[in-house]
């Protein structure tokens, strides 16, 4: 919130209401918010971790609110993002002229585990190989957002970003007739017109569209079926799924049925045994082939995950200027590549003020905060960078924004980031609003739902 | 040398497999050095076309049962006249960056074994240091049949000092690529020059990219680079990856195969 003098203008509406309905009143809400969670079955998975697999993401309350100037800010920098992440997967999977242009180095796009070398050539519908880019964003000061990562393979959490608002309508009604938040209901359908948008140029009429989900034991099939439920479209298993003549169907009860457009939430090892991972149980066999020659569309691209690499990270606003001609709107966070040899002496002398991460590492899995580490955690994290230097990247801590959470003793501030999801189709869309996850332990700075952290309902005012 | 071709993979499943679905690269392309005058596959006697080129330079065809089977011949068959071009392989359609076959994958990663291997092989430019190259392999690495698996990586190969020409191949790429190189595997047809007609497998060996000349071939199993009595059929960043024949099947069951090539001069 920053201003120690009160809450910031767009506030100020809830600050009122919360003054109002009172604390008391507001933590019996809560409860029976969770419960209505429960009650629809939306809970997240945590990998590695035990416990209970059907852990709740705390839900908190008070909503993360953009002004509408703000929004048109993190609006274009986001579209801007996912034109330019893109334009690199078809360069990439192209010519390389980023890497002729001596702005990335080879090896690190051609060596890269996420880049697929049978993707080489391949001419995807509308060039889009990402069509929903999660971006992830804080705030530091009044005046930037700053990127903390991008996600271009299948980001998750968008169900999240529908139920906290549906929530939030259904207890607190009278707060939205007071305040103009703007409707993030059209994602569903927006997400559609995307999808149909990069159907097969040979599609003609109306494409079909399918849901792949690995199924029921996937951390996040709720939100496969949600979505799918949701655009009206066949949720399908790999098993529902079979290839012939180089097209893809999909068994029905009428018959089988040409699917045109796969939104697939399998990772690009799994999708085909034929023509990746041999052993994977997951894939439809002949998939690739069928995409390959122009008679699906795999949403996301094999191959799309390069884009969002750590290592591959930092070069994003040289993306924006060299493929759009523009200053990137959103900045990246200040980052060492302990590849470079400077950089990784950087990393070592300073271990306890930065916060290392895996390059290929996700979901918060395998970092290290260096303020929260012990001395013998720091040093045992600086043998595995040693180890192997490449694998690492560091940035500092920030001093990230804090947004109004309620806790069992009132109101305080917590650490928050936001994911707005991006759709990239013929055109690029973004619903507004996204995904606030909030660090509910008091100082912490790690919002994954894995880790501790919870979510909150996204507001963006309208003008 | 026109070459007449016959492959045959015969693939056995007891009891039946319930499905069998596959991907082929059987399919020769042209290039200065090759054409293909004549080509056929089939599955069960059902001819096969290829669905897609592949821009690393290989056309793939899809198979699949609809029933259970008990049994699978793939033939590949055909005629494929080639001329001497001292190794060197141009006109190749794709167009696939050279950087990207400086990839490791896991049946190629470099040991400190494939490192000292490339070190030691010194010449005044990089197509010396690949001839050195390829001649230390066929010194080292003793061509042993049935010696290694399809899982043999390079580094154990040349551990072990003993091979097939799949060894032979993954280790020179291992090495070339450690001094940033690009290589890749090539499967193929060789007709050995003692017989008019062999029976065998197919053969592989490798090929690097160097700077001013472009894809050039070696064959350390060998010693020479490919000659007019070698046809190229497809290729990869490994032997996996240059697999002619992918299967997929589904079912328990136990798998056999046989494979026969049949390789002679044809009639002119």
Redesign the interface.
């Known amino acids: 919130m920053g201003d120690p003098a009160g809450p910031r203008r767009p506030y100020r509406n809830v600050a009122r209401w919360i003054e109002k309905t009172g604390i008391d009143l507001l933590n019996m809400r809560r409860e029976e918010a969770e419960a209505i969670f429960r009650r629809i079955g939306i809970t997240f998975a945590v990998y590695g971790e035990g416990g209970d697999p059907e852990r709740l993401i705390p839900f908190d309350m008070i909503p993360r609110i953009f002004s509408a100037a703000e929004w048109r800010r993190v609006s274009a920098g986001v579209k801007q993002r996912a034109r330019a992440l893109n334009a690199f997967l078809y360069d990439i999977y192209h010519r390389?002229e980023i890497?002729r242009a001596g702005i990335i180095p080879?090896?690190l796009v051609?060596?890269n585990e996420a880049?697929l070398?049978?993707m080489?050539?391949?001419e995807p519908p509308g060039r889009v190989y990402s069509h929903i880019v999660g971006v992830d964003i804080v705030r530091t000061d009044a005046e930037d957002f700053l990127v903390l990562e991008d996600n271009c393979r299948t980001p998750s959490g968008v169900s999240y970003m529908l139920e906290n608002r549906e929530i939030m309508m259904r207890m607190f009604p009278d707060l939205f007739s007071r305040a103009k938040v703007e409707p993030v209901d059209t994602y569903p359908d927006e997400l559609k017109k995307s999808l149909a948008e990069v159907a097969p140029p040979a599609c003609k009429g109306d494409p079909c569209i399918a849901l792949l989900t690995p199924g029921p034991f996937n951390s996040a099939y709720y939100e496969h079926s949600y979505l799918a439920d949701l655009m009206g479209i066949e949720l399908v298993e790999p098993g529902d799924l079979?290839?012939?003549e180089?097209k893809v169907w999909m068994r029905t009860t009428r018959g089988p049925q040409q699917v045109d457009v796969i939104y697939r939430r399998i990772d690009d090892d799994y999708i085909d045994?034929?023509?990746f991972r041999?052993d994977s149980m997951l894939g439809v066999?002949?998939l690739f082939?069928?995409y390959?020659?122009g008679n699906v569309t795999l949403c996301s691209a094999p191959g799309a995950g390069i884009a969002d690499d750590k290592a591959i990270y930092i070069f994003v606003p040289d993306m924006v200027r060299f493929y759009l001609g523009e200053e990137p709107i959103l900045k990246n966070v200040q980052t060492w590549r302990c590849a470079l040899q400077d950089d990784c002496a950087h990393v070592l002398d300073n271990l306890k003020d930065l916060v290392v991460k895996e390059v290929h590492g996700s979901g918060g899995y395998g970092m290290l905060v260096g303020p929260k580490a012990t001395k013998e955690e720091r040093k045992a994290y600086a043998e595995r960078i040693k180890a192997d230097p490449d694998n690492f990247i560091a940035q500092p801590t920030l001093n990230l924004s804090t947004s109004p959470t309620m806790g069992d003793e009132g109101l305080s501030g917590r650490h928050v980031d936001f994911r707005p999801y991006c759709l990239v189709g013929a055109e690029t869309r973004l619903v507004p609003g996204g995904l606030t996850r909030v660090a509910l332990k008091k100082g912490s700075l790690v919002v994954n739902s894995s880790q501790g952290g919870g979510v909150k309902d996204t507001w963006v005012l309208s003008e | 040398m026109e070459h007449r071709i016959r492959h045959l993979s015969t693939y056995s499943y007891d009891p039946a497999a319930l499905r069998v679905a596959l991907r082929l690269k059987l399919f020769p392309v042209d290039h200065e050095g090759q054409q293909v005058e004549s080509w056929k596959v089939t599955v069960n006697d059902e001819e096969v076309s290829p669905l897609v080129f592949s821009d690393l330079g290989d056309r793939e065809a899809l198979w699949s049962s609809e029933d259970a089977l008990d049994q699978l011949t793939i033939t590949a068959e055909g005629i494929v006249s080639t001329r001497e071009t001292n190794g060197i392989v141009r006109g190749m359609p794709g167009f696939a960056p050279p950087g990207i076959y400086i990839r490791e994958t896991e049946l190629t990663e470099p040991d400190e074994a494939i490192r000292a291997l490339m070190g030691e092989a010194t010449g005044d430019d990089t197509l010396s240091r690949l001839h050195a190259l390829m001649g230390l392999i066929h010194e080292r690495v003793k061509y042993l049949t049935g010696s290694t698996s399809a899982r043999t990586t390079a580094a154990d190969a040349l551990k072990d000092g003993k091979g097939v020409c799949q060894d032979h191949a993954q280790l020179f790429i291992a090495a070339a690529r450690t001094a940033e190189v690009p290589a890749r595997y090539v499967t193929g047809y060789l007709q050995m020059e003692e017989e008019t007609e062999e029976l065998l497998e197919t053969h592989a060996w490798a090929e690097a990219h160097v700077d001013g000349i472009g894809w050039v071939g070696f064959d350390p199993s060998h010693n020479l680079c490919p000659t007019e009595r070698y046809v190229r059929l497809c290729s990869g960043l490994d032997a996996f990856g240059a697999s002619p024949i992918r299967g997929n099947v589904l079912g328990e069951t136990k798998e056999s195969l046989e494979v026969s090539v049949a390789i002679g001069q044809s009639q002119q």
């Open positions: 390389g890497m080879e090896h051609y060596r880049f070398p049978e080489i050539g391949v079979f290839v012939d180089g045994p034929l023509a041999p066999q002949g082939n069928a390959r020659a």
